[in-house]
C-alpha cells in the first residue's frame, strides 16, 4: 500500500473504478456510524459528515495532483536519461551533469527548466499511467525526516486498523453466542444492557468469552502475518456482495419498521460531548487517501477523474445519511450497538432467524478476509522503514521480528478493550487524520513545488485540483493540526471530569 512503484494491473473504465472507490470506502466505519450519529444528535452529525465529506474530497484530488506530478518526474527522468545516451553516442554535452534531479538520499537538485523537454512531452508528461505508492511519493517529494513521519503516520493507522478488526469479529461472536446458548435469546438488540462480568455459557462469563474467541481468531489468522497472502478477484467480489447485501437488508428492515409504526428512536439535535467519536468514525469512514494510487491508475480513461470522484463522494454521503438516519430513528439511542449489525439479531425484529445470523455474523466473514492482507501491508511498511539500501534483513529478524510486531500489539489492544466506537473513533482522529488530511496536503504543496523547480512556472499539470490556491492547502493544514489539538483537549477534559 505504501511502497514502491508497482505493476499498474488490468485496465478497467471509469465507471468500474467509481464502484472500486465506493467498496474501499464504505466498510467497517460505517457500521459504528449510526451510534456515533445518535450520541452527538442528528443536526451536529449530518453538518459534519458534509463537512469531513468535502475535505476528504479536496485531499483526494491532492493526492490524484501528486500522483500525476510523480508520473512526470519518473517520466521526465527516463527522458533525460535518454538524451544522455544519445548524447553520449554523439560525442556532445548539451546537458551538464547538474540538470539531473536527483531523488535518491531525499534530496532534490537545484534545476532549471529544460525546453526541449517540455516541447517533446508537455501534453502527456502528466498522464497517471505507472502506480506510483504514496511511500514512493513520499521520497520522490518529502525529506528524510517527512518520509518517517509519512511511515510513522502510515504504521499507527494500520495498528489500529487490525485491533478494530481484532476486536469487531470477537464482539459480534460473543453477542450472538451469548444470546444463543444463555438465558437471554434472541435479545441481543432488545436494549437490554449486558456487563462483560454476566454469565455466557455456565460459568463463563462474556468478557471469557470474548477473549476466547480472540484467541482463536487470533491463532486462525495470525499465522498469516508471517507470509505472503493476496487479495483475490473472488474473494473481493464474495466480500463486496456479502457487504451490499447486510447494508441493503439493515436499511430495508429499519425503514419497514419504521413505516409500521415501530420505530423507538428519539433523537437530539445536538451532544458536544458526542462531537470527539463521531469525527473520528466520521474521518475512519470516508479513509481512502493511501489506497488511491491502486485505484485511480488502472482507470482507462483519467480526463475527468475528479468530477468521477466528486460522484462518488455525493453517493457515500447519501448512503452514510441513509443509514444513519433510519437507524436512530428506528431504534433508541441507548440500544444501539457499536456494531450496527448487532442490533438485528432481535427475534421482535426480525422473525427469520436465517437473517439474524447472517447480519450477526456478518463482521466475522468480511473482516477475516482482511484481517491478513492488512496485517502483510503493516509488516512491509515496517521493513521499508527500516530498509538500508543494498542490506538484507537475517532470517530471524525477517520472518519472525517483524511479524511479531505487527501482530502482538493490535491482540493486545483487542485483549484489554473491545469498545468499537472508541478504536474507530481514536484510529480516525489521529493517525487518520495525518493520512487523510496533512500527507496529502504537503504532497500537493511539495510536488507543486518540484514541478515549478523541473518544469518551469508555466507547466500546467493537467490533473491539478480544483482547490489548487495555496489558501486551500493552508485551510487543510490548519484543520488537521486544530483536530489534533482538539480531539486531545477533549480526551484529557473527558477523563479528569471522571
Not at 184 to 208: A, E, F, L, Q
Request: hydrophobic share 45%; proline share 4%.
Amino acid at each position: 500500500m505504501a511502497g514502491g512503484i508497482t505493476d499498474t494491473g488490468e485496465l478497467y473504465s471509469p465507471y468500474v473504478g467509481l464502484v472500486y472507490m465506493f467498496n474501499l470506502i464504505v466498510g467497517t466505519g460505517a457500521l459504528t456510524m449510526p451510534k456515533a450519529f445518535a450520541t452527538a444528535g442528528w443536526l451536529v452529525s449530518l453538518v459534519l459528515l458534509l463537512f469531513l465529506g468535502f475535505m476528504s474530497y479536496m485531499t483526494t484530488t491532492f493526492v490524484v495532483e501528486a500522483m500525476a506530478a510523480a508520473n512526470a518526474q519518473l517520466r521526465w527522468k527516463r527522458m533525460e536519461k535518454r538524451k544522455e545516451d544519445d548524447e553520449e553516442e554523439d560525442s556532445s554535452s548539451g546537458v551538464s551533469d547538474s540538470d539531473v534531479l536527483l531523488q535518491d538520499g531525499y534530496e532534490r537538485a537545484e534545476t532549471r527548466p529544460i525546453l526541449s523537454i517540455q516541447r517533446r512531452g508537455s501534453a502527456n508528461i502528466f498522464e497517471i499511467t505507472e502506480r506510483v505508492e504514496m511511500g514512493q511519493m513520499a521520497s520522490m517529494f518529502f525529506n528524510k525526516v517527512g518520509v518517517n513521519l509519512f511511515y510513522f503516520c502510515i504504521i499507527i493507522y494500520l495498528y489500529g486498523d487490525l485491533a478494530i478488526y481484532a476486536a469487531a469479529v470477537p464482539v459480534s461472536l460473543m453477542q450472538v453466542t451469548c444470546s444463543v446458548t444463555g438465558n437471554h435469546s434472541c435479545s441481543v438488540g432488545d436494549g437490554t444492557k449486558y456487563n462483560d462480568t454476566d454469565k455466557c455459557w455456565g460459568p463463563i462469563r462474556r468478557i471469557d468469552a470474548y477473549r476466547l474467541y480472540l484467541a482463536a481468531f487470533t491463532l486462525l489468522l495470525g499465522p498469516f502475518t508471517f507470509f505472503n497472502v493476496q487479495k483475490t478477484k473472488y474473494l473481493q467480489i464474495m466480500t463486496s456482495l456479502m457487504r451490499w447485501i447486510a447494508f441493503i437488508l439493515m436499511i430495508i428492515l429499519a425503514l419497514i419498521r419504521i413505516g409500521r409504526g415501530q420505530a423507538e428512536g428519539h433523537p437530539s439535535m445536538a451532544q458536544p460531548s458526542g462531537i470527539r467519536n463521531l469525527f473520528g468514525v466520521c474521518v475512519y469512514s470516508f479513509m481512502c487517501q493511501h489506497s488511491l494510487p491502486s485505484l485511480i491508475t488502472p482507470i482507462s480513461k483519467k480526463k475527468h477523474v475528479n468530477k468521477l470522484v466528486l460522484l462518488d463522494y455525493i453517493l457515500i454521503l447519501a448512503f452514510y445519511s441513509l443509514l444513519s438516519f433510519t437507524a436512530i430513528y428506528c431504534f433508541r439511542n441507548d440500544t444501539l450497538m457499536d456494531m450496527y449489525t448487532l442490533n438485528f439479531t432481535n427475534c421482535e425484529i426480525i422473525s427469520v432467524a436465517f437473517i439474524r445470523y447472517f447480519l450477526g455474523l456478518f463482521p466475522v466473514f468480511t473482516i477475516s478476509t482482511n484481517f491478513p492482507i492488512i496485517a502483510v501491508t503493516l509488516r512491509n511498511n515496517w521493513k521499508t522503514l527500516f530498509h538500508r539500501e543494498g542490506g538484507t534483513y537475517p532470517w530471524v529478524v525477517d520472518r519472525i521480528v517483524f511479524p511479531a510486531i505487527t501482530l502482538i500489539p493490535p491482540v493486545l489492544v483487542a485483549f484489554c478493550t473491545h469498545d468499537l466506537e472508541s478504536l474507530v473513533g481514536i484510529t480516525g482522529a489521529y493517525a487518520g487524520n495525518g493520512i487523510q488530511y496533512l500527507i496529502p496536503a504537503f504532497l500537493a504543496y511539495c510536488s507543486r513545488k518540484d514541478t515549478q523547480l523541473v518544469f518551469g512556472s508555466g507547466t500546467v499539470n493537467k490533473h491539478l485540483s480544483p482547490f489548487r490556491h495555496t489558501f486551500w492547502i493552508v485551510f487543510v493544514l490548519i484543520w488537521g493540526f486544530s483536530c489534533f489539538v482538539f480531539v486531545t483537549a477533549n480526551i484529557v477534559l473527558s477523563e479528569s471530569k471522571l
